[in-house]
C-alpha cells in the first residue's frame, strides 16, 4: 500500500470517528429536545438539521464556506483574531462530515425517543425523578438501540463524504484527501489499481455498517 | 378517615375541555364514565403532570394546586403513587428495581428492606430479580401497586388497573385489589368506564361524561338513585324509558307510557313534583320484573300492580340468566326499537315455565322498581 492510499485510510478513519463523536455529544441531546419538547422555532430546528440530507453536498458545502471560511460570517472573526482558519485543514473534513451525517443520526434517534412510552417518563416524574434525571435513566436507555443505529449511520455517512469536504476542506494529499477523495484523484489520474483498492475497501467497510445497523434496529423493537 | 380529596379543575387541551369539581372522603373514590370523559386527564393534573388552567387540588390539607394563590407543586414532590393504565413498568430494570425506582436517596439498606417487605405484601417475593416481561398480566399489575406504594404515597391513582388483563383474571383480581386498597388505608382515586368494576371498587363514584362531572354519590346511592336519565345511561342501565307524568305526588308518580298508567315511587327527600303533563324519564330494572304464572288463580290487580301484556321477540342466553325482550300488545311503535321492555329470569325460572315454546305473558312491576330519573 502506498504511504497515500494509506494516510488517506487513517485520516477517513480519524475523520468518521471524531465526526460520530460529535454527533453523539451534539445530535442525541438535539434528538431528545425535538422530540420531547415544544418551544418556538422547534420546526426551524427540525428544517436545518434535515436539510444537509436533501440538498446536494456541494450546496451544503458551499454554506459552510460561507460560514466558516476566511472570509465567513464566523470564519473572519476567528482568523482576525488567531490568524487561522479551519477552511483547508483536515478538521474541516470532519466539521463537513459532521454535519453531513447528523441528519442521520438525529432522524433515527428521534424516531428511537419517540418510540418511548410517555407514560414510563410520567412513571419516573411522579416517583421523584427530574425531567434530565428521567432521560438519562429512563428515555436514553430505552431508546439506546436506535440512538446507536442512527450512530452507526452517521459513521457510515461521515466515511463516504465527499462533496462537503471538498468544498471546505479541499483534496490535499496526506492531509484532507478522505479514501472518498482519494478515489476520484486515483481515477483522474488513471491509477486504476489503486483506485479499485479504495472501491473496495470502502464497500466492505459500508457492507459491515450496514449489517450493524440492522442488527441494532433490529433489536430496537 | 384520612385523605380527605378536594379537586376543582378547569383544563383545556386541543379538542377538549375539562370543566370538574368533586370531593371525596378518603377511601376509593371511582371516576366512572365512557372513554374520552376527562378521567385520565384528572388523573395527570392530581399527579401534577398536565397543569390545569384553573382550579384547586387538596389532598389531605395539603394544597397541590391553586390557580388564584398560584401554588402548582411539582409531580416530584407531590408523593402521589400513580399506576398507569397498562402499568408503565420500566422494561430496562429488574422488578426489585422497579418497586426501589421511587426510594432513591435512602440510604440501601432501608432501601432493600422496604423493596423487600412491598414485595411480600404483594406476594411478588421471589420475583424481584425477573424483568417485566416475565411476568404475567396478574403479576405486572401487583409490581405497579407495588412501585406505586413503596413511596408511602399520601393518594394512589389507579388508571383502568383492570383493562389490560383477560376477564377472569379481572373478576379474581378486582376482588384482590379491592381488599389491598381497604388493607393499605391509602386514599385512592381509580378510573374505570365499568360499572361493575366501579361498584366493586368503590366508596364513592363520580360520574364523569364529556368533561363534567355529572353525578358524585356514594356508590349505593348512584345504583339505586341516577341522579339524570343521562346518568342512568352511562351506566349502562337497561329500560330506560320515557313517559309523562298524570300525576306527582312527594311519594308516588302516576305517569303514562305505551298506553299504560304505571305507578312509580317517588322520593319524599328530593322532592321531585313534575307537573302534569310533564316529559318523565325513568327505568326499569330488568330483574324486578315478575312473570305471572298462567297455571295460577287470574292476576288480581290489587296483588300486581303495573300490570301488562306483551309477546317475547328475543331472548338471549347469558349462561345463568336469560334476557328477554317482550313487545306489549298495546298499538303503536314499541319504546325500543323492536321491543318495549327487557326482562331478566334466571334459567330456572326459563324452564319452568317453558318460555321458550310459550312466548305471550303477563308481568307485573311492584312501583318500588320503578325508578324516575329527575330531569
Not at chain 2, 387541551?13 to 371525596?24: H, I, M, Q, T, Y
Request: glycine letters at 8%; charged letters at 20%.
Amino acid at each position: 500500500m502506498s504511504s497515500e492510499t494509506t494516510s488517506a485510510l487513517v485520516l477517513s478513519m480519524q475523520v468518521a470517528v471524531l465526526a460520530t463523536l460529535l454527533n453523539a455529544i451534539v445530535g442525541v441531546p438535539l434528538a431528545y429536545v425535538l422530540a420531547r419538547r415544544r418551544f418556538r422555532g422547534r420546526s426551524l430546528v427540525d428544517l436545518l438539521t434535515t436539510l444537509p440530507l436533501v440538498l446536494p453536498p456541494t450546496v451544503t458545502g458551499y454554506y459552510l464556506i460561507v460560514l466558516l471560511g476566511r472570509r465567513g460570517w464566523l470564519g473572519a472573526p476567528i482568523y482576525q483574531v488567531t490568524g487561522w482558519s479551519v477552511a483547508f485543514t483536515w478538521y474541516a473534513a470532519v466539521v463537513a462530515a459532521t454535519i453531513m451525517a447528523l441528519p442521520l443520526l438525529v432522524r433515527t434517534a428521534k424516531a428511537a425517543f419517540e418510540s418511548v412510552d410517555r407514560d414510563l417518563e410520567r412513571a419516573a416524574y411522579t416517583l421523584g425523578r427530574s425531567e434530565l434525571r428521567t432521560a438519562v435513566e429512563v428515555t436514553l436507555p430505552l431508546a439506546r438501540n436506535g440512538i446507536l443505529a442512527g450512530l452507526v449511520l452517521a459513521f457510515a455517512r461521515a466515511l463516504g463524504e465527499f462533496g462537503a469536504t471538498l468544498m471546505l476542506a479541499g483534496n490535499i494529499p496526506g492531509k484532507t484527501a478522505t479514501v472518498p477523495l482519494a478515489i476520484y484523484t486515483a481515477v483522474q489520474t488513471g491509477e486504476d489499481a489503486r483506485a479499485l483498492m479504495l472501491v473496495g475497501l470502502l464497500t466492505a467497510l459500508s457492507c459491515v455498517v450496514i449489517v450493524t445497523a440492522n442488527r441494532l434496529g433490529a433489536r430496537a423493537t | 378517615m384520612t385523605g380527605r380529596l378536594e379537586v376543582a379543575l378547569a383544563v383545556q387541551v386541543p379538542g377538549f375541555e375539562l370543566d370538574v369539581a368533586w370531593s371525596a372522603g378518603g377511601g376509593v373514590a371511582v371516576l366512572f364514565g365512557p372513554s374520552g370523559a376527562g378521567k385520565t386527564l384528572t388523573l395527570q393534573c392530581l399527579a401534577g403532570l398536565v397543569r390545569p388552567r384553573a382550579g384547586r387540588i387538596v389532598v389531605d390539607g395539603r394544597v397541590f394546586f391553586d390557580s388564584q394563590t398560584g401554588v402548582n407543586v411539582a409531580a416530584q414532590a407531590r408523593r402521589i403513587g400513580y399506576v398507569f393504565q397498562g402499568y408503565a413498568l420500566f422494561p430496562h430494570l429488574t422488578v426489585a428495581d422497579n418497586v426501589g425506582f421511587g426510594l432513591r436517596g435512602r440510604p440501601r439498606a432501608e432501601r432493600a428492606r422496604r423493596v423487600a417487605a412491598t414485595l411480600d405484601k404483594l406476594g411478588l417475593g421471589d420475583l424481584g430479580r425477573r424483568y417485566p416481561r416475565d411476568l404475567s398480566g396478574g403479576q405486572r399489575q401487583r409490581v405497579a401497586l407495588g412501585r406505586a406504594l413503596a413511596i408511602e404515597p399520601a393518594l394512589l391513582l389507579l388508571d383502568e388497573p383492570l383493562s389490560a388483563l383477560d376477564a377472569p383474571l379481572r373478576r379474581a383480581l378486582r376482588d384482590e385489589l379491592r381488599a389491598l386498597l381497604s388493607e393499605v388505608g391509602t386514599a385512592a382515586v381509580v378510573v374505570t368506564h365499568d360499572f361493575t368494576e366501579a361498584y366493586r371498587l368503590a366508596d364513592r363514584i363520580v360520574v364523569y361524561d364529556a368533561g363534567r362531572v355529572v353525578q358524585a354519590a356514594p356508590r349505593a346511592e348512584l345504583l339505586w338513585q341516577p341522579a339524570s336519565e343521562s346518568v342512568a345511561r352511562i351506566m349502562g342501565i337497561p329500560n330506560v324509558l320515557r313517559g309523562t307524568v298524570v300525576k306527582a305526588t312527594p311519594d308516588r308518580i302516576q305517569l303514562r307510557w305505551r298506553g299504560q298508567v304505571l305507578e312509580a315511587v317517588n322520593s319524599p327527600s328530593r322532592s321531585y313534583l313534575p307537573p302534569p303533563e310533564a316529559p318523565i324519564a325513568f327505568f326499569i330494572r330488568p330483574e324486578y320484573v315478575r312473570l305471572i304464572r298462567k297455571d295460577r288463580v287470574v292476576a288480581d290487580v290489587q296483588h300486581h300492580m303495573n300490570l301488562m301484556r306483551g309477546q317475547v321477540v328475543a331472548d338471549e342466553d347469558f349462561g345463568t340468566t336469560y334476557t328477554l325482550r317482550i313487545r306489549l300488545d298495546d298499538p303503536g311503535p314499541p319504546a325500543q326499537g323492536d321491543w318495549d321492555i327487557e326482562v331478566e329470569v334466571p334459567h330456572l325460572v326459563y324452564e319452568i315455565l317453558e318460555i321458550e315454546r310459550d312466548r305471550h305473558w303477563e308481568f307485573s312491576i311492584h312501583r318500588g322498581s320503578i325508578h324516575v330519573l329527575p330531569a
